[in-house]
């Protein structure tokens, strides 16, 4: 069932669980003992493998989220679930959808975006760092998700090479540089979003995205909080993310 | 290009738009007039219209989203974008996932599914009221979303009849007596979701779906918050929705 | 028990109370009748009295709140409990302190103020309006809050004549303009608050407050989410304030 | 200017500062190096020390804010500032007010209270602990805020002693097994406020409050979040505390 370089989960406790692939050779060293991943090749997802001091861990088949947040390298900031979720779902983006995207980063983002436009759609991401970009194709690889992606080494304030795209997202500090180019390379009713960290960057950006004629010119940010349920201790968590960044989102008419 | 039937988008400014299928002999009547929907179809994406009054409409291609919110029939309490974002993103819903969905109400969610599960994924869709279907049938066929889609009179807390699911998401008062029969509907490692409105329910639920099982149990709730974006003058807007629903993740082990 | 001129709730029900002076010769038109005010002068604060109708209405003594958000005159946007609140205790003010504000706008802040100084302090009150200052004038000698406060038509941009005060408080558009003149009217260790509708406002009041030297300087909004409690169905309330205004706390070293 | 007794804050930076009493003899030590508290008695507010590494502190007038915060012995868990804030300020207690508080805790809440009812008014605070109370009494006195201060061993789920109080503060886990004898202390129109941190704590409270007749029954969250102002970097900080507790507020007809 589980064959060699298959994504799994490894599960002792809700505070101990590993993302890792499957494959023959190799160990993974947790402080409930060693776990050898050959075993993990005979075991079925819903089954189980025992360290070598016996503790059993569940094996599971991982979600793209828990693979993403969990065994992707990075080496820049990250973004968040929520954020991602409102931007994939808001922007319209799915299958088929044909979607321009920069930053490249660690490719998070990408390869939620590669995962919602199958088995169609295409994504053209671009960084101008070789290095990040680097990055990020050996983690969208390793899930099989780089096939409908577009690795480019660009600037999208300099040029954006598609055209009539349904949608561009752009995690960059200064997106109000790139509003034209986004204009002429989205269809009539494509979506702009941007992801940005303060509201220096909301305010600069809504007015460029204004006077380039898009309309539903929406900002919003997202707060999560999560709840501690327990039959009658039911309360909101004690710590709180307080910021991760705001969306601005648009609509080319 | 806009043929008989296509949804349009028909753009005054960003308080009044509409959205309504191009169809010959057919008007829109606004407080700018008429317009005859027969000179939509004349008309390309991007281009414009007239009302009887001489004032111009931006005619575009609407996004699911507006379609949904701005078009559908709805008998039931809606679910806001924020939170059908964080369930389809968070619960892995993507092309080709198998969802059940409970009930089904006005279809808001139902469209959503059916459009992230394209093109070789399937939605069944299940409620007690036959009512419910035929408005959300009507809706969803507008959409042209309705071949994935299956729609099922019935009751989950009774049983679920497709095993092996990916996702399982209830916006049902008492989600707690359909756990069982979610548990042996999802594949390992599939995800369940509930949409509950109140602490109560959350309790209620979390407890029912540890019991059984389930791991990676999260209880949030999203605000979003809109900001009002002007040079020199940005700040939070001064209204906000303070709640829609509260989210219960959960992971079959 | 009731005097002349004594402040009174005539409480109905939740959605339906008022907060007036007992007067002879006056009445109360509400949708359930007539008072006639003098009835109120013959009953006690727990007692009742009845409409021209007929209806049971309880009277009982408003609290300062009361008064000032149901019975003050205002022309000038309103400032929240919350933020009154915060103000107030944050800034240590209390019995003997001795205050500064501007601009005095309604009377509102000023009426609070004016509460929690007694017997000792005192509250210097500007405002450029004269205008405004009649109004807050007649509000706070409503409630014989006037004693310890000084109205001054005045600007603070252009001088504080007050020294060694304990508080500052600033509602005004531009407090950057006032820094200098309110560190050299604080006294050591006294604190300086800003209230601000705008992020801009933050940035360029927190730069202005930091260059002048003054420590612990702190920007925070408070967000109030109320709750309907009900058994088995409690939740936070659908509607929420999304946003009333940013204050900012700082101290003189 | 400075006695012996008399509370300072020696302040290196925003990072690094403490609140301490002048006393000859005794020494601060700090990673800076130690300051001889005796030097602080020679020095004014407002001017400086030096630590035997010969590093500069200012020396000023900590607020109350700042003692019961940086220099209360506790036992118990805190309550927040925004919190009491909204408690006292919404509970209409200031100069002159008679209140009566439980459980005492480490006096966090007491000193706020008593510091606010001078010089004429009373607190009256319960706690069953005397461990509790003797920590208290042992922080009030340090503040000289116990004049007017009660304090007594006992539970007021038996007995609350005082009549015709004007306002009752409860931060216990089961204040509806004190609403009866609250209702008989309070005078009518004075306010009864309950702190609590759960859900299931506000629907329990709130019903109870309701069935003995309260109005304006009223319960709220405030959502503290702190700006980081920067010229073009001003943004929402990252860390929140995302719950400290509800209040209940509700008055007595």
Known sequence: MIKEGDWVKI????????????????????????????????????????THLGVEALISKPSLEDIVFRAFRRKTQVIYPKDIASIIVRAGIGPGSRVVEAGTGS??????????????????TYDI???????????????????????????????????????????????????????????????????????????KAVEAIREAGFIHVESVELLERRIKAKRGETRPEFLMRGHTGFLVFSTKP
């Open 11 to 50: 599960y002792f406790n809700e505070r101990k669980w590993f993302v890792v692939r499957a494959m023959k050779g190799r160990e993974l060293h947790t402080d409930e003992g060693i776990i050898n991943l050959s075993d993990v090749l005979k075991a079925e997802y819903g089954g189980s493998v025992r």
């Open 107 to 124: 490719g998070v983002l990408t390869a939620f975006l590669a995962f919602y436009v199958r088995p169609n759609g295409e994504v053209y």
């Open 129 to 203: 760092s070789y290095g990040h970009q680097k990055i990020a194709k050996k983690n969208l690889r390793g899930l099989g998700l780089n096939v409908n992606v577009h690795f480019i080494i660009g600037d999208v304030r300099k040029t954006i090479h598609q055209k009539e795209v349904d949608a561009v997202i752009l995690d960059l500090p200064d997106p109000w540089n790139a509003v034209k180019n986004v204009a002429s390379s989205l269809r009539g009713g494509g979506r702009f979003v941007c992801f940005l960290p303060t509201y220096n960057q909301v305010e």
